[in-house]
């Protein structure tokens, strides 16, 4: 508790000390001195001349250069892989919200989205065109669903290599290809 109060009084004393320098722009005020505070004063001129300073940035960003980011990195299976993982997953997740928003809300509509409808319709199609659009519809499926096994295999700690990430890219790719043609031929 003694230490305290000693250090703190040191403290005080050197705060009320300052160096000669600073003591000719420093003035007292009779409140201040019976704090025991300094209020310092400071001479402040303004110029008119000075230059508007966002104006000034905004001239400097339009002059400087833009890294040229994807123009010089040569595409790689893992950053495409990435990209079109998350988008597979927004368009697969996206589609189910709005499929399903359309299938609640087609009473209301008078919309026929029942699937003794939608089953007569899809029949109707000639075979290429079902063949094309199964083709559309299973793709971003199973590529998602054969990068996602891969991560899964990344979350056991196997295949972290680079020469088994391109591979297995690589894989992922080819097997989710066959397995949309497969399940379009069905």
Request: glycine share 6%; charged share 10%; aromatic share 8%.
């Amino acid at each position: 508790m003694n230490s305290q109060k000693i250090a703190q009084q040191s403290l005080r004393r050197l705060a009320v000390q300052q160096p000669f320098a600073m003591r000719s722009t420093m003035t007292r005020s009779p409140v201040a001195i019976a704090l025991g505070q300094n209020i310092q004063k400071r001479q402040v001129t303004s110029s008119p001349n000075t230059p508007d300073h966002s104006q000034i940035l905004v001239q400097q960003r339009l002059r400087r250069p833009v890294a040229p980011h994807l123009s010089i990195y040569k595409p790689q299976i893992t950053w495409i892989g990435s990209s079109l993982h998350r988008i597979t997953g927004f368009a697969l997740s996206g589609s189910l919200y709005l499929w399903a928003t359309a299938y609640l809300a087609s009473p209301a509509f008078g919309w026929h989205l029942e699937s003794a409808s939608m089953v007569a319709s899809f029949g109707a199609l000639p075979v290429a065109a079902k063949v094309i659009f199964k083709s559309i519809l299973a793709l971003p499926f199973t590529y998602h669903s054969m990068n996602g096994l891969r991560h899964l295999l990344w979350d056991t700690g196997r295949g972290l290599t680079n020469p088994a990430i391109i591979k297995t890219g690589w894989a992922v790719v080819g097997l989710s290809v066959a397995s949309a043609l497969g399940l379009a031929l069905i």
